[in-house]
């Protein structure tokens, strides 16, 4: 119960690594804003069952990360519930796949702002009450394409990168502060996210489903395997743990191999 009294916010944790991060760091004691859309009968569904798994306290938010009105909203329900978040994890996002003289801005400019600037308001909403205590742990949730970059994924490529960059911005402005700021970048995890760029990749490489999982994805990572939504979550609370307090401005590659490259 490593994490028993603290409270830990996930964006974009209704699915996918941000919801097996959610459920690890619930297993270990923390209370939880999980965040994301859909209904409220659905959410609330969520965090019964979390609470029932866990025995732990989680509410959540329907906080659009296009919004930073609706950011600091969240932000502040956490405290006002919690006291405190002590754990903070930005995971939200989104992909579109197209060559870059095709890209539609629109995809463009939310991809940047779901993927990177989101990470800036909420990083920016929960640092004064960190440094008040002293205490507190931000995850940023990269990807290897945060290091290396693929044909069609401009926006993402840039946004990942940008989030390495804010990363270690952060590390060294609260590295007196008793706060750790790192970013995990894995590779192909079989996620929602990654199974929805399968259509998009097979139009725009001119491939066949297994094609893009094989010759795009997996051809990638020298294991062949995708990585498990549950070793991101390990590391993740590996990163929030007092054992990795040395540990800041770093990312940290959970790829197969990709990067090794």
């Known amino acids: 119960m490593i994490f028993k009294n603290k ?3 996930i964006t974009g944790s209704t699915s996918g690594i941000g919801l097996a991060i959610a459920n ?7 209370n939880l804003v999980i965040n994301g859309l859909g209904s409220k009968a659905v959410l609330d569904s969520l965090c019964d069952q979390i609470t029932k798994d866990h025995g732990v306290v989680c509410i959540h938010s329907n906080a659009n990360m296009l919004v930073p009105e609706e950011i600091r909203n969240m932000i502040h329900e956490g405290y006002k519930h919690f006291g405190s978040i002590d754990l903070l ?14 890209f539609p801005e629109e995809q463009f400019n939310s991809i940047i702002a ?4 989101s990470s800036f308001h909420t990083i920016k909403s929960v640092l004064p009450t960190m440094k008040s205590k002293g205490w507190g742990r931000i995850i940023n949730i990269a990807s290897a394409h945060a290091l290396i970059a693929s044909p069609f994924k401009s926006a993402y490529v840039a946004a990942k990168h940008g989030l390495v960059g804010l990363t270690k911005t952060v590390a060294l402005e609260v590295a007196t502060s008793g706060i750790t700021c790192n ?25 066949t489903s297994q094609q893009v999982i094989d010759t795009v994805f ?3 990572q020298p294991t062949r395997k995708f990585v498990l939504m549950e070793d991101v979550a390990a590391l ?18 959970i790829d197969g191999g990709w990067t090794a490259h």
Not at 24 to 30: E, R, W
Not at 89 to 102: K, L, M, R, T, Y
Not at 236 to 243: G, P
């Open 7 to 9: 409270t830990a916010l």
């Open 24 to 30: 690890d760091f619930a297993a270990k004691g923390a």
């Open 89 to 102: 994890v930005n995971n939200a996002g989104i992909q579109f796949v197209s060559p870059i003289e095709d």
């Open 114 to 117: 779901i993927n990177l600037v």
């Open 183 to 207: 970013a995990i970048c894995p590779g192909y995890v079989w996620t929602p996210l990654v199974e929805k760029q399968i259509p998009e990749t097979m139009k725009a490489r001119n491939l």
């Open 218 to 220: 997996l051809a990638a």
């Open 236 to 253: 993740a609370s590996y990163l929030a743990s007092e054992s990795a307090s040395s540990i800041t401005g770093s990312s940290i590659s």
